[in-house]
Protein backbone atom coordinates (compact mmCIF):
# COMPACT_ATOMS: atom_id res chain seq x y z
CA UNK A 1 0.00 0.00 0.00
CA UNK A 2 1.50 3.70 -0.42
CA UNK A 3 3.11 5.30 2.22
CA UNK A 4 0.75 7.60 4.25
CA UNK A 5 2.93 10.84 3.05
CA UNK A 6 2.21 9.39 -0.58
CA UNK A 7 -1.88 8.34 -0.37
CA UNK A 8 -2.18 12.15 1.15
CA UNK A 9 -1.03 14.24 -2.20
CA UNK A 10 -4.47 14.06 -3.35
CA UNK A 11 -6.27 15.24 -0.68
CA UNK A 12 -3.87 17.81 0.09
CA UNK A 13 -3.93 19.21 -3.47
CA UNK A 14 -7.35 18.77 -3.82
CA UNK A 15 -7.85 21.67 -0.38
CA UNK A 16 -6.79 25.15 0.16
CA UNK A 17 -6.32 24.60 4.24
CA UNK A 18 -6.16 28.52 4.33
CA UNK A 19 -9.80 28.74 3.45
CA UNK A 20 -11.39 25.40 4.88
CA UNK A 21 -11.00 24.38 8.24
CA UNK A 22 -10.36 20.83 7.59
CA UNK A 23 -7.22 19.13 9.28
CA UNK A 24 -4.36 19.12 6.65
CA UNK A 25 -3.00 16.03 8.27
CA UNK A 26 -2.01 15.01 12.14
CA UNK A 27 -3.83 11.84 14.16
CA UNK A 28 -2.56 9.04 15.68
CA UNK A 29 -3.17 5.32 14.73
CA UNK A 30 -5.91 3.78 17.50
CA UNK A 31 -3.50 1.89 19.70
CA UNK A 32 -6.25 -1.05 19.54
CA UNK A 33 -8.80 -2.01 16.79
CA UNK A 34 -8.82 0.38 13.98
CA UNK A 35 -11.32 3.03 13.59
CA UNK A 36 -14.21 4.00 11.55
CA UNK A 37 -15.87 7.36 10.95
CA UNK A 38 -18.86 7.95 8.70
CA UNK A 39 -19.45 11.60 8.19
CA UNK A 40 -22.76 13.17 6.20
CA UNK A 41 -21.93 15.65 3.87
CA UNK A 42 -24.12 18.17 2.47
CA UNK A 43 -22.00 18.93 -0.38
CA UNK A 44 -22.73 19.11 -4.24
CA UNK A 45 -25.39 16.38 -2.91
CA UNK A 46 -25.81 14.51 -0.11
CA UNK A 47 -23.91 11.88 1.22
CA UNK A 48 -22.52 9.65 3.43
CA UNK A 49 -18.75 9.23 3.65
CA UNK A 50 -17.82 5.76 5.05
CA UNK A 51 -13.70 5.79 6.54
CA UNK A 52 -11.62 2.73 7.31
CA UNK A 53 -8.46 3.56 9.21
CA UNK A 54 -6.02 0.59 7.26
CA UNK A 55 -2.27 1.67 6.89
CA UNK A 56 -1.84 5.00 8.37
CA UNK A 57 -5.16 6.82 6.84
CA UNK A 58 -8.70 7.09 6.59
CA UNK A 59 -9.12 4.68 3.41
CA UNK A 60 -12.65 6.73 1.95
CA UNK A 61 -15.89 5.70 -0.10
CA UNK A 62 -18.84 8.29 -0.84
CA UNK A 63 -21.76 6.33 -0.34
CA UNK A 64 -24.74 8.73 -1.94
CA UNK A 65 -27.83 6.64 -0.19
CA UNK A 66 -26.02 6.07 3.21
CA UNK A 67 -26.16 2.62 4.74
CA UNK A 68 -29.19 -0.23 4.97
CA UNK A 69 -29.71 -2.87 7.79
CA UNK A 70 -30.98 -4.51 4.82
CA UNK A 71 -29.04 -7.49 2.96
CA UNK A 72 -30.67 -7.27 -0.29
CA UNK A 73 -29.88 -3.29 -0.36
CA UNK A 74 -26.65 -2.92 -2.09
CA UNK A 75 -25.46 0.92 -2.09
CA UNK A 76 -23.01 2.14 -4.57
CA UNK A 77 -19.76 3.10 -3.09
CA UNK A 78 -17.26 5.68 -4.96
CA UNK A 79 -13.72 5.26 -3.72
CA UNK A 80 -12.15 8.60 -2.61
CA UNK A 81 -8.91 10.32 -1.89
CA UNK A 82 -7.47 8.79 1.35
CA UNK A 83 -7.48 11.22 4.78
CA UNK A 84 -5.58 11.66 7.20
CA UNK A 85 -6.60 10.10 10.71
CA UNK A 86 -7.14 13.30 11.90
CA UNK A 87 -10.05 13.88 9.54
CA UNK A 88 -12.31 11.31 11.97
CA UNK A 89 -12.93 14.14 14.22
CA UNK A 90 -13.82 17.19 11.62
CA UNK A 91 -17.41 18.21 11.84
CA UNK A 92 -18.48 21.55 10.79
CA UNK A 93 -18.98 23.92 7.96
CA UNK A 94 -16.76 24.53 4.99
CA UNK A 95 -16.85 27.36 3.43
CA UNK A 96 -18.23 28.35 -0.36
CA UNK A 97 -15.51 28.37 -2.80
CA UNK A 98 -13.68 25.52 -1.31
CA UNK A 99 -13.71 21.89 -2.22
CA UNK A 100 -16.96 19.85 -0.61
CA UNK A 101 -18.19 22.97 0.36
CA UNK A 102 -21.05 22.23 2.48
CA UNK A 103 -21.44 21.22 6.19
CA UNK A 104 -20.12 17.91 8.06
CA UNK A 105 -21.21 15.95 10.51
CA UNK A 106 -19.84 12.76 12.48
CA UNK A 107 -22.58 10.40 12.09
CA UNK A 108 -21.05 7.57 13.25
CA UNK A 109 -18.38 5.98 14.72
CA UNK A 110 -16.21 3.24 16.37
CA UNK A 111 -14.00 0.31 15.85
CA UNK A 112 -14.04 -2.29 13.39
CA UNK A 113 -11.81 -5.49 12.11
CA UNK A 114 -12.16 -7.82 9.63
CA UNK A 115 -15.35 -10.81 9.22
CA UNK A 116 -15.27 -14.09 7.50
CA UNK A 117 -11.76 -13.41 6.00
CA UNK A 118 -9.46 -14.62 9.27
CA UNK A 119 -6.55 -11.79 10.38
CA UNK A 120 -4.61 -10.88 7.20
CA UNK A 121 -4.24 -7.58 6.34
CA UNK A 122 -6.80 -4.88 5.13
CA UNK A 123 -4.97 -3.59 2.56
CA UNK A 124 -4.89 -7.00 1.00
CA UNK A 125 -9.17 -6.72 1.04
CA UNK A 126 -8.52 -3.60 -1.42
CA UNK A 127 -6.31 -5.21 -3.73
CA UNK A 128 -8.06 -8.23 -3.77
CA UNK A 129 -11.42 -5.76 -4.37
CA UNK A 130 -13.45 -7.67 -1.66
CA UNK A 131 -13.45 -6.52 2.08
CA UNK A 132 -15.45 -7.88 4.56
CA UNK A 133 -15.49 -6.05 8.01
CA UNK A 134 -17.76 -6.23 11.85
CA UNK A 135 -18.56 -2.44 12.94
CA UNK A 136 -18.44 -1.66 16.67
CA UNK A 137 -20.34 1.54 16.31
CA UNK A 138 -23.12 3.95 17.63
CA UNK A 139 -25.19 3.16 15.14
CA UNK A 140 -23.61 0.66 12.83
CA UNK A 141 -22.78 -2.81 14.51
CA UNK A 142 -22.56 -6.37 12.92
CA UNK A 143 -20.81 -7.58 9.26
CA UNK A 144 -21.10 -5.33 6.82
CA UNK A 145 -19.44 -6.17 3.11
CA UNK A 146 -17.28 -3.71 0.42
CA UNK A 147 -17.12 -5.43 -3.10
CA UNK A 148 -15.16 -3.86 -5.85
CA UNK A 149 -17.36 -3.60 -9.39
CA UNK A 150 -14.92 -1.25 -12.10
CA UNK A 151 -14.30 -2.42 -14.85
CA UNK A 152 -12.06 -1.74 -18.04
CA UNK A 153 -9.09 -0.32 -15.12
CA UNK A 154 -12.39 1.45 -13.23
CA UNK A 155 -11.29 0.57 -9.37
CA UNK A 156 -13.44 3.09 -8.05
CA UNK A 157 -17.22 1.50 -8.54
CA UNK A 158 -18.07 -0.35 -5.32
CA UNK A 159 -20.59 -1.83 -3.63
CA UNK A 160 -21.22 -1.52 0.55
CA UNK A 161 -24.27 -3.65 2.12
CA UNK A 162 -25.04 -5.29 5.22
CA UNK A 163 -24.13 -8.88 5.18
CA UNK A 164 -26.47 -11.81 6.60
CA UNK A 165 -27.08 -12.09 10.11
CA UNK A 166 -28.94 -11.91 13.32
CA UNK A 167 -28.65 -8.20 13.66
CA UNK A 168 -29.65 -7.27 9.55
CA UNK A 169 -33.10 -5.31 9.86
CA UNK A 170 -34.75 -4.84 5.78
CA UNK A 171 -37.30 -2.70 8.32
CA UNK A 172 -34.82 -0.58 9.71
CA UNK A 173 -33.90 2.93 8.19
CA UNK A 174 -31.02 3.63 10.11
CA UNK A 175 -30.02 7.12 8.21
CA UNK A 176 -33.98 8.34 9.34
CA UNK A 177 -33.80 7.00 12.79
CA UNK A 178 -30.69 8.23 13.85
CA UNK A 179 -29.81 11.32 11.80
CA UNK A 180 -27.93 13.10 14.74
CA UNK A 181 -24.49 13.74 15.40
CA UNK A 182 -22.68 11.41 17.19
CA UNK A 183 -20.46 14.81 18.85
CA UNK A 184 -22.83 17.18 19.19
CA UNK A 185 -26.10 15.79 19.00
CA UNK A 186 -27.19 18.18 15.87
CA UNK A 187 -28.56 16.94 12.79
CA UNK A 188 -26.85 18.23 9.15
CA UNK A 189 -29.11 20.59 8.63
CA UNK A 190 -29.18 22.33 12.13
CA UNK A 191 -25.36 22.53 11.74
CA UNK A 192 -25.78 24.26 8.68
CA UNK A 193 -28.53 26.58 9.86
CA UNK A 194 -26.12 27.64 12.67
CA UNK A 195 -23.24 27.89 9.62
CA UNK A 196 -22.91 31.67 10.35
CA UNK A 197 -22.27 31.11 14.50
CA UNK A 198 -18.42 31.18 13.94
CA UNK A 199 -15.96 33.27 16.28
CA UNK A 200 -16.48 36.40 14.29
CA UNK A 201 -20.13 36.29 15.16
CA UNK A 202 -19.75 34.78 18.88
CA UNK A 203 -17.02 36.07 19.76
CA UNK A 204 -16.43 39.64 17.89
CA UNK A 205 -16.63 42.02 20.60
CA UNK A 206 -14.20 40.38 23.51
CA UNK A 207 -10.87 42.12 23.19
CA UNK A 208 -8.24 40.62 20.73
CA UNK A 209 -5.94 39.13 23.73
CA UNK A 210 -9.61 36.88 25.15
CA UNK A 211 -10.32 35.50 21.85
CA UNK A 212 -6.76 34.14 21.24
CA UNK A 213 -7.85 32.31 24.44
CA UNK A 214 -10.73 30.85 22.95
CA UNK A 215 -10.34 26.60 22.35
CA UNK A 216 -12.38 24.89 19.77
CA UNK A 217 -13.62 21.87 21.85
CA UNK A 218 -16.60 19.17 22.03
CA UNK A 219 -18.88 19.78 24.34
CA UNK A 220 -17.69 17.41 27.43
CA UNK A 221 -20.39 15.50 29.14
CA UNK A 222 -19.70 17.18 32.42
CA UNK A 223 -17.33 19.83 34.18
CA UNK A 224 -17.03 20.32 38.16
CA UNK A 225 -18.87 23.19 39.29
CA UNK A 226 -16.56 25.50 40.79
CA UNK A 227 -17.02 25.72 44.41
CA UNK A 228 -16.55 29.10 46.93
CA UNK A 229 -13.67 28.94 49.05
CA UNK A 230 -13.47 30.32 52.75
CA UNK A 231 -10.83 33.01 53.32
CA UNK A 232 -9.78 34.95 56.75
CA UNK A 233 -10.07 38.18 55.54
CA UNK A 234 -11.83 40.26 52.23
CA UNK A 235 -9.67 40.10 49.72
CA UNK A 236 -9.14 41.95 46.47
CA UNK A 237 -7.22 40.13 43.30
CA UNK A 238 -7.35 41.31 39.80
CA UNK A 239 -8.84 38.02 38.27
CA UNK A 240 -11.63 37.17 41.02
CA UNK A 241 -15.06 39.03 41.04
CA UNK A 242 -17.78 39.10 43.81
CA UNK A 243 -21.31 37.31 43.24
CA UNK A 244 -23.82 37.72 44.87
CA UNK A 245 -24.56 34.70 47.59
CA UNK A 246 -27.93 32.46 46.67
CA UNK A 247 -29.60 30.46 48.50
CA UNK A 248 -31.23 27.99 45.97
CA UNK A 249 -30.07 25.00 44.25
CA UNK A 250 -26.49 25.02 41.94
CA UNK A 251 -27.06 23.74 38.30
CA UNK A 252 -25.11 22.95 35.22
CA UNK A 253 -27.23 23.22 31.84
CA UNK A 254 -26.48 21.21 29.15
CA UNK A 255 -27.96 21.97 25.67
CA UNK A 256 -26.79 19.55 23.04
CA UNK A 257 -28.66 20.04 20.00
CA UNK A 258 -31.95 19.28 21.12
CA UNK A 259 -31.66 17.67 24.14
CA UNK A 260 -31.55 19.71 27.22
CA UNK A 261 -29.70 18.39 30.71
CA UNK A 262 -30.65 20.45 34.13
CA UNK A 263 -27.81 18.57 36.05
CA UNK A 264 -27.48 18.95 40.25
CA UNK A 265 -23.68 19.58 41.27
CA UNK A 266 -23.41 16.10 42.57
CA UNK A 267 -24.31 14.96 38.68
CA UNK A 268 -28.30 14.20 39.25
CA UNK A 269 -30.67 15.49 36.95
CA UNK A 270 -33.30 17.37 37.81
CA UNK A 271 -35.01 18.09 34.20
CA UNK A 272 -38.08 16.47 36.31
CA UNK A 273 -38.48 18.86 39.24
CA UNK A 274 -38.05 22.34 36.90
CA UNK A 275 -39.87 21.51 33.63
CA UNK A 276 -40.44 25.33 32.79
CA UNK A 277 -36.76 25.69 32.70
CA UNK A 278 -36.13 23.16 30.31
CA UNK A 279 -38.74 24.39 27.82
CA UNK A 280 -36.87 27.80 28.39
CA UNK A 281 -33.51 26.24 27.06
CA UNK A 282 -34.97 24.73 24.52
CA UNK A 283 -36.67 27.61 23.06
CA UNK A 284 -33.18 29.10 22.84
CA UNK A 285 -31.56 29.96 19.73
CA UNK A 286 -28.17 28.41 20.23
CA UNK A 287 -27.82 24.65 20.66
CA UNK A 288 -24.74 23.79 21.82
CA UNK A 289 -23.68 25.32 25.34
CA UNK A 290 -23.17 24.92 29.15
CA UNK A 291 -24.54 27.26 31.68
CA UNK A 292 -23.33 27.30 35.19
CA UNK A 293 -25.80 29.02 37.37
CA UNK A 294 -28.34 28.65 41.04
CA UNK A 295 -31.93 27.71 40.78
CA UNK A 296 -34.09 30.14 43.38
CA UNK A 297 -37.37 30.14 44.23
CA UNK A 298 -39.44 33.42 44.84
CA UNK A 299 -42.54 34.20 46.50
CA UNK A 300 -45.35 36.58 45.47
CA UNK A 301 -43.80 39.48 45.78
CA UNK A 302 -40.06 38.54 43.82
CA UNK A 303 -38.06 37.49 46.80
CA UNK A 304 -35.90 34.59 47.48
CA UNK A 305 -37.50 31.66 49.38
CA UNK A 306 -35.22 28.34 50.19
CA UNK A 307 -38.48 27.38 52.29
CA UNK A 308 -40.31 27.26 48.97
CA UNK A 309 -37.55 25.60 46.75
CA UNK A 310 -37.96 22.66 49.28
CA UNK A 311 -41.21 22.12 47.77
CA UNK A 312 -39.66 21.62 44.29
CA UNK A 313 -36.14 20.00 44.60
CA UNK A 314 -37.22 17.01 45.29
CA UNK A 315 -40.53 16.34 43.19
CA UNK A 316 -40.41 13.31 41.04
CA UNK A 317 -43.23 14.06 38.05
CA UNK A 318 -43.37 16.99 36.29
CA UNK A 319 -46.92 17.23 36.74
CA UNK A 320 -46.60 17.76 40.64
CA UNK A 321 -43.85 20.40 39.73
CA UNK A 322 -46.37 22.58 37.92
CA UNK A 323 -49.13 22.04 40.29
CA UNK A 324 -46.84 23.02 43.51
CA UNK A 325 -47.40 26.98 42.79
CA UNK A 326 -43.83 27.45 43.41
CA UNK A 327 -42.04 29.72 40.63
CA UNK A 328 -38.20 29.77 39.97
CA UNK A 329 -35.44 31.83 37.99
CA UNK A 330 -32.36 30.69 37.03
CA UNK A 331 -29.44 32.72 37.96
CA UNK A 332 -26.21 32.27 35.43
CA UNK A 333 -23.09 32.46 36.28
CA UNK A 334 -20.87 31.38 33.63
CA UNK A 335 -21.05 30.21 30.41
CA UNK A 336 -18.52 27.59 30.09
CA UNK A 337 -18.94 26.65 26.24
CA UNK A 338 -20.40 28.20 23.27
CA UNK A 339 -21.00 26.40 19.72
CA UNK A 340 -18.27 24.45 19.69
CA UNK A 341 -15.57 26.48 22.22
CA UNK A 342 -14.34 26.28 25.23
CA UNK A 343 -14.88 29.98 26.61
Known sequence: MTPPSDSL?????????????????????SPGEPRFVIQQHDATRMHYDVRLEIGGVLVSWAV????????????????????????ADFEGVIPEGNYGAGPVIVWDRGTWERAHEGKGPAENGLDEGHLA???????????????????????DQWLFFKMKGPDADPERDITAERPESVISGRTIDQLAESAGSGPDELFGGLPPDERANLIPAEQPEWINPMLATLTDQRFSRPD???????????????????????????????NVAYPELVEAVAALERDDFILDGEIIAVDDKGRE????????????????ARRSGVRVRFHIFDLLHLQGYDT
Not at 9 to 29: M, N
Not at 243 to 249: A, I, L, R, S, V
Not at 250 to 268: H, I
Open 305 to 320: SFSLLQRRMHVKSEAK
Open 9 to 29: KTYREKRDFAGSPEPAEGGQP
Open 240 to 270: WIYEQKFDGERCLVFRRGDKVRLMSRNRNSI
Open 64 to 87: PKGPSYDPDVKRLAIRTEDHPLSY
Open 133 to 155: VRFHGEKLEGDWAFIRTGRDGDD
